[in-house]
């Protein structure tokens, strides 16, 4: 019996530290999309566990980019934003929006070596509007 309640420990903690370094990402609905994980170098990944992303300083700015080597946007505050300052995705709490239950993630594949990311765009003006892209058609942009 020690034992048992041992290894549902172990195992709730495990589970603990192991989403410690994720923030999951919902579109304009309020459904998980995606997640960032931090312990993967701040790799965005699908909830289908496919790598599309990454994010990476520039200057002051924490940008995204695809890993086929474009551009991709901001994220700032918790939101992240197209080139035209529009909100694709955001973190819980970020945008005043109810979020769904998070669904079981699937397994990650294999992140791809980053490419030499591009000159960043001047940042445009922060709008307060979601873009009409979705955030799943926003990062597939980024898929090598």
């Known amino acids: 019996m020690k034992n048992t309640n041992l290894i549902l420990a172990l195992l709730f903690f495990?589970?603990?530290?192991?989403?410690?370094?994720?923030?999951?990402?919902?579109?304009?609905?309020?459904?998980?999309?995606?997640?960032?994980?931090?312990?993967?170098?701040?790799?965005?990944?699908?909830?289908?566990?496919?790598?599309?992303?990454?994010?990476?300083?520039?200057?002051?700015?924490?940008?995204?980019?695809?890993?086929?080597?474009?551009?991709?946007?901001?994220?700032?505050?918790?939101?992240?934003?197209?080139?035209?300052?529009?909100?694709?995705g955001a973190r819980k709490g970020a945008v005043n929006m109810v979020t769904s239950i998070e669904p079981i993630k699937s397994i990650q594949e294999i992140t791809p070596i980053r490419p030499i990311t591009p000159i960043t765009p001047i940042k445009p003006i922060f709008s307060n509007s979601w873009s009409s892209e979705s955030l799943t058609e926003f990062l597939y942009s980024g898929k090598n």
């Not at 603990?16 to 312990?39: C, H, K, P, W």
């Not at 890993?67 to 994220?75: K, M």
Request: glycine share 12%.
């Open 14 to 88: 495990g589970t603990f530290l192991t989403n410690a370094q994720e923030v999951t990402l919902f579109d304009s609905n309020g459904e998980a999309r995606a997640y960032i994980d931090y312990d993967e170098e701040a790799t965005i990944f699908l909830w289908n566990g496919k790598p599309v992303a990454f994010l990476e300083n520039d200057g002051s700015d924490m940008c995204v980019f695809g890993f086929n080597g474009n551009f991709l946007g901001w994220y700032e505050d918790g939101i992240i934003r197209n080139e035209n300052g529009d909100a694709v």
